[in-house]
T-cell receptor, first 113, second 116 residues
Framework: AQSVTQLDSHVSVSEGTPVLLRCNYSSSYSPSLFWYVQHPNKGLQLLLKYTSAATLVKGINGFEAEFKKSETSFHLTKPSAHMSDAAEYFCVVSRNYGQNFVFGPGTRLSVLP | EAGVAQSPRYKIIEKRQSVAFWCNPISGHATLYWYQQILGQGPKLLIQFQNNGVVDDSQLPKDRFSAERLKGVDSTLKIQPAKLEDSAVYLC??????????????FGEGSRLTVL
């Protein structure tokens, strides 16, 4: 069985400050891990993915995430928040790279001017 | 490249009525998924197709929900009869098999259902 925990339901940062969105996973298999972003009334968009290659993964819009097996974590970071980053972020785990996608509950990111 | 198309974008019905949602995946994507996203929650898988076969429908409430993908391309999700708790956004996603984007989900904008 697989599961995802996103430790914060809501994160608020000031524009220009770092962003940290936390994700912990549980999987009986070697997982593939993803971060998706959902802007209001828009479809989900892939930010980045980990598939057993480099543990530090770079994505779109300056986001990156680090896979830490010992901590079963896949936290999302960005050095400097922009107003356009305000959205809902979902951490996702899958098995066999395309099977059994399980979404976390999401973290809403607010960016203050 | 055209994205995943869904219709209708919005639907309001009364409980016990029926509703159908349509999805056209990205051309060439063999795998198609329907997810239910209730307000404030992450998407939950309802059904996964590989071509026109069902891979996983373990979380589909089969007494009221049905889905088909007859020719391995577009798909329809039906709810009959609807309940209040079916109010949600129904997301369709597709995924290629093979290539650089294997295993990635490409989502449509969703169909928002309100049951009164």
């Amino acid at each position: 069985a697989q599961s995802v925990t996103q430790l914060d339901s809501h994160v608020s940062v000031s524009e220009g400050t770092p962003v940290l969105l936390r994700c912990n996973y549980s999987s009986s298999y070697s997982p593939s891990l993803f971060w998706y972003v959902q802007h209001p009334n828009k479809g989900l968009q892939l930010l980045l993915k980990y598939t057993s290659a480099a543990t530090l993964v770079k994505g779109i819009n300056g986001f990156e995430a680090e896979f830490k097996k010992s901590e079963t974590s896949f936290h999302l970071t960005k050095p400097s928040a922009h107003m356009s980053d305000a959205a809902e972020y979902f951490c996702v785990v899958s098995r066999n790279y395309g099977q059994n996608f399980v979404f976390g509950p999401g973290t809403r990111l607010s960016v203050l001017p | 490249e055209a994205g995943v198309a869904q219709s209708p974008r919005y639907k309001i019905i009364e409980k016990r009525q029926s509703v159908a949602f349509w999805c056209n995946p990205i051309s060439g994507h063999a795998t198609l998924y329907w997810y239910q996203q209730i307000l404030g929650q992450g998407p939950k898988l309802l059904i996964q197709f590989q071509n026109n076969g069902v891979v996983d429908d373990s979380q589909l409430p089969k007494d009221r929900f049905s889905a088909e993908r007859l020719k391995g391309v577009d798909s329809t999700l039906k709810i009959q009869p609807a309940k209040l708790e079916d109010s949600a956004v129904y997301l369709c996603a597709s995924s290629p098999v093979g290539g650089d984007h294997t295993g990635e989900l490409f989502f449509g904008e969703g169909s928002r259902l309100t049951v009164l």
